[in-house]
């Protein structure tokens, strides 16, 4: 029992000393390119992603963000895309220099498939969990590897999940 208390009391301290303050600004995000091609003589599907993240601190390790993302895939004359925008949070906890953080986010997403003969446009509103590791490249710059879970709270059938590799900028106002 008094090497449990030990170990909280240990993590909470860190928590406290290596926090993120209130008044931090944070910028960050992630990026990605990938081509598959599932027979030598098909064309690549080709995917790029980014999404930027804008957070503030109000509290200590508790940050409100504002969360974007674009997605756009083409494979020969058929090609898709994915606008979205939202609001989330996130908790980070302190390990040292290093940092976990786990959030929630809501999405409204716009998917557009163009094809030769038609085009289509869906609308959703989506959810998001996430949770990460921050390393230290810098003071203030972080290595971001985190993994992502969406899904649609309009239609049970849309889910996404993702690993994910980016930099986090964090900088006191």
């Not at 993120?20 to 390119?33: D, E, I, K, V, Y």
């Not at 939202?86 to 953080?101: A, C, D, P, S, V």
């Not at 289509?120 to 590897?145: I, Q």
């Not at 309009?154 to 980016?166: R, V």
């Amino acid at each position: 029992m008094k090497k449990a208390f030990l170990i909280i009391f240990i993590s909470l301290f860190a928590t406290v000393v290596f926090a993120f303050p209130a008044g931090s600004f944070n910028l960050g995000g992630q990026a990605s390119f990938s081509s598959q091609k599932g027979v030598s003589d098909a064309s690549a599907l080709n995917t790029l992603s980014l999404s930027p993240t804008i957070g503030y601190f109000f509290k200590n390790n508790l940050s409100t963000d504002l969360l974007f993302a674009y997605t756009s895939s083409s494979q020969a004359k058929v090609k898709h895309e994915l606008v979205a925008y939202g609001i989330g949070t996130r908790y980070f906890l302190g390990m040292g220099n290093n940092k976990l953080y786990a959030g929630l986010g809501l999405f409204r997403e716009y998917k557009t498939y163009k094809l030769p003969s038609w085009d289509k446009t869906e609308k959703l509103t989506c959810m998001s969990a996430k949770a990460g590791f921050l390393l230290p490249l810098s003071e203030s710059v972080y290595l971001d590897l985190g993994t992502i879970f969406d899904f649609s709270i309009q239609y049970e059938e849309y889910t996404n999940f993702g690993i994910n590799l980016g930099l986090q900028v964090f900088k006191p106002l």
